[in-house]
């Protein structure tokens, strides 16, 4: 793989902006040029080292692209095809960073442009949105699905998947349609689920808010993915809904079935549903590569005082690790330990546990 390349970027949010961050940092002899409609963004872009040549429009520049990716929303690439096409190199590579793959393979295969598509989806991301978030290492081992059209050569999916993996992300070979499938089990329906249960404890709840105000444990933990973007989840519903629905028909079978045995006090039937959902669980990798981001976090036993929450604060930031989030978790539904802190890297996390413990802390 050529280390001099051109790459460009339609569209420079959280994930548009942390590729070109990604590309800059481990091959800062590419060249990057990028077009968003938020000219603010373009400008912190360049003003970052990060861009090289911000774009008024999609225009002759990019005929100089070795890799071109489509990070605008899913609506706005499909429309955006058609002109793209009029500037894109014969050596050039298009791909796009979707979390629903077969609506753009079949824009790609209409537009004739095929022979050049490897379509892909870089399974990470946050609540946060916009280039101001985007950092290099967002795509640090996140899964990246790289969907590749039929008549792409070997040659260049493999040059391309070098490339993803030099970003420090981990290239994943599916087709769109096993994708979307997948993705629809794993990321699309676990939205939908954290809604319902969110607004079903909106619509349940008394007058002065008792459940609300008790739902800062496991609830709040287990429902955190329904703070994302209500327009994002909108659009990925309306491109995979055949998925998701399929998907949602056997999930609601299952409750039904759950609700049978809970109805009937089975004892036996009820225990073997729990230990399987745990035995299968547990052998999960413990890692931050799926769609759903894990929380890097750990529990310490404080007393709830004046200056406990700022001590720990002191201590860690003394040791330069930097921390996301800190806060005293007054409800302590099972989990050990009344203090909170959430870091923004997994190799955080034991630093902290080994500082604090030796300074007498009891960490969970």
């Known amino acids: 793989m050529k280390t001099d390349f051109t790459c460009g970027l339609i569209g420079?949010?959280?994930?548009?902006?942390?590729?070109?961050?990604a590309l800059r940092e481990y091959h800062p002899s590419c060249r990057i040029m990028a077009y968003d409609t938020n000219q603010d963004a373009l400008t912190m872009a360049q003003n970052d080292g990060v861009v090289d040549l911000p774009l008024s429009g999609i225009d002759r520049n990019l005929l100089a692209c070795d890799y071109l990716f489509l990070c605008a929303p899913v609506s706005e690439n499909n429309g955006l095809l058609l002109e793209i096409k009029k500037y894109l190199s014969p050596s050039c590579l298009l791909t796009d960073v979707g979390s629903v793959k077969a609506p753009i393979h079949h824009q790609i295969r209409q537009a004739g442009l095929s022979r050049c598509f490897i379509g892909g989806h870089p399974m990470a991301g946050s609540e946060r949105t916009g280039y101001v978030n985007s950092k290099a290492l967002l795509l640090q081992n996140a899964y990246y699905i790289l969907t590749p059209e039929k008549e792409v050569d070997a040659e260049t999916v493999a040059d391309f998947k070098e490339l993803i993996a030099s970003l420090k992300a981990i290239p994943l070979l599916l087709s769109c349609e096993n994708h979307d499938y997948v993705t629809a089990a794993i990321s699309h329906l676990p939205h939908v689920v954290a809604a319902c249960l969110v607004n079903l404890i909106r619509e349940s709840d008394s007058q002065d808010g008792i459940m609300k105000l008790i739902a800062a444990g496991g609830f709040k933990d287990i429902t955190r993915i329904a703070s994302s973007s209500p327009v994002m989840w909108q659009q990925i519903c309306l491109t995979n809904g055949k998925n998701i629905s399929k998907l949602l028909s056997d999930y609601i079978s299952c409750l039904q079935q759950i609700k049978y045995e809970i109805d009937s006090s089975h004892p036996q039937e009820l225990y073997h549903f729990f230990e399987e959902a745990r035995d299968y669980r547990d052998s999960f990798i413990d890692a931050s590569s799926g769609p759903i981001k894990k929380s890097f976090s750990l529990r310490i036993e404080i007393a709830d005082e004046p200056g406990a929450l700022a001590a720990i604060a002191t201590i860690l930031a003394l040791h330069q690790i930097s921390i996301k989030n800190i806060g005293?978790?007054?409800?302590?539904?099972?989990?050990?330990?009344?203090?909170k802190v959430e870091f923004y890297q997994e190799e955080s996390i034991e630093k902290a546990r080994e500082i604090l413990t030796a300074k007498g802390y009891c960490v969970y």
Do not use: C, M, T
Request: hydrophobic letters at 45%; glycine letters at 18%; zero cysteines.
């Open 328 to 339: 005293i978790a007054h409800n302590r539904e099972q989990a050990d330990g009344v203090l």
């Open 12 to 21: 420079l949010g959280l994930i548009g902006g942390s590729l070109a961050r």
